[in-house]
């Protein structure tokens, strides 16, 4: 007798879970970055080459990034300062690195000192998005299952604050601060995956540094895409947020959306939407796209994108560049 389709489908959703969580299941501890990670560095072109244009995206370059290090991977941030790129993983391992024709120069790993809970497994050191002082370095780290920031030094090895903050507490766990902004202004604004239902997703707007209690905060709406879910922001020159949203489906293949939000947009109490500027989807690139940042070179503006492989090492880490239009 044959299997009903939806037995075979229940089959296929229930085997594609546990690949994509294969290091994460049980309590095993999670593996900590080396100090000074080996990474190879091999261009990425899509089987049909990179089109002229992805929306208002020109594709300037591409790399698959891996390493023979056991806590490689699983990228859910990036930003980049003086030069070296920095990705953070959903672990709380960081990895930085200066990017000269297509080589990792000067790799460091870096572990958070310190986090939520003991920082055994993932659920500890969920660490989805990361923002960056321009001028000082300090970093700013929020981790999606406690709904908590905190505040690092710039080399994150102490740390200077933290919080939960009261309008986060709600937000679902492992479906929480996804993203996480500072804009020019020194306000702050912080992305929820998922809820308060299927079209809007939880946003909290800050008037200052959020690991600081004191610090004054505002409840706004996201509303992305259909069927799309924040992963990461970034902010444009003149204030405007750009917002990685992407979507899953079974087994294997993810796409993305880049949504630009005007900064006028972002008050207190607002349901906020963007343009969609931009589609990376098959067979341009099939994988999960998680970080986002802006850097600025002779004028132009440049756009990063960071995958994140599930914690599957066979699968390689993208590192996507853009120019703007």
Not at 8 to 29: F, M, N, Q, T
Request: with cysteine; hydrophobic share 40%.
């Amino acid at each position: 007798m044959k299997p009903s389709r939806s037995l075979v489908r229940w089959a296929l959703s229930l085997s594609a879970v546990l690949l994509i969580v294969p290091r994460y299941a049980g309590d095993e501890r999670l593996p900590l970055i080396s100090a000074q990670p080996s990474i190879t560095i091999v261009p990425y072109v899509p089987e049909d080459g990179w089109p002229r244009r992805i929306g208002s995206l020109v594709p300037v370059a591409g790399y698959k990034l891996r390493s023979h290090d056991p806590a490689f991977g699983g990228f859910s941030a990036i930003a980049w300062r003086e030069g070296r790129a920095i990705l953070m993983s959903d672990g709380g391992n960081i990895v930085s690195f200066a990017l000269r024709d297509a080589e990792a120069i000067d790799s460091r790993g870096h572990v958070l000192p310190d986090g939520p809970a003991v920082g055994w497994n993932r659920a500890d050191r969920d660490s989805e998005s990361l923002a960056l002082d321009p001028d000082r370095g300090t970093a700013w780290v929020g981790f999606e299952n406690q709904n908590e920031i905190w505040r690092y030094s710039p080399d994150f090895r102490r740390v200077e604050g933290r919080s939960a903050p009261a309008l986060m507490r709600k937000w679902v766990r492992n479906q929480g601060a996804e993203a996480l902004v500072r804009l020019p202004d020194g306000r702050f604004v912080a992305l929820a995956e998922r809820k308060p239902n299927r079209r809007e997703r939880y946003a909290v707007l800050f008037s200052g540094d959020p690991s600081d209690s004191r610090t004054r905060a505002a409840s706004f709406r996201f509303i992305p895409p259909e069927r799309y879910d924040p992963s990461g922001a970034a902010v444009l020159p003149n204030g405007d947020l750009l917002v990685l949203t992407r979507r899953f489906q079974y087994p294997f293949n993810f796409s993305a959306k880049l949504v630009r939000v005007a900064a006028t947009a972002l008050r207190p109490g607002a349901q906020v939407r963007g343009s969609v500027i931009a589609t990376l989807a098959a067979p341009l690139m099939r994988e999960n796209c998680e970080g986002i940042a802006i850097t600025q070179e002779r004028g132009a503006t440049m756009v990063w994108i960071v995958t994140d492989n599930d914690g599957m090492p066979w699968r390689p880490s993208y590192l996507l560049k853009f120019r703007l239009r």
